[in-house]
């Protein structure tokens, strides 16, 4: 009688070191969007608070809004980093959609030998090269 074989243990998919390291700034980034919006909050809360509630109501609540779309804007941000770090389809499309934009608006200004351009087209490269790593 044949001994049991071993079961088949599959490897999860690797992480390519530049993805693993866009997906770290892309996380930095969002932080800091949130951390911004937090303090944009609180900076509006403080000022309508030591100010005896004399700012003018249009612009607390301006203040506001602005604080909370800088904030969600970063809750989005953290999520396509995450995304990215566990290799999600989505995340890779999302992420090639806004380096296209970068390409096309530095494209349209003839911007072409900027160092903007030039990161945003070896980053589309780049991620175009591996994206049968995502899933």
Sequence with gaps: MPPPSEPTVYAPPSRPLGVAILAVLVGIVGFLWILGGLLLLADVTAITYFNGGGLPQLLHATGVFAGL??????????GLALGLWHLRMWALVLTLLVVIVELVSYGLAGDFASL???????????????HRHFD
């Design 69 to 78: 779309i800088v904030l969600i804007f970063g809750l989005i941000v953290l």
């Design 116 to 130: 903007g351009f030039i990161v945003s087209l070896v980053l589309f490269v780049y991620l175009v090269a591996v």
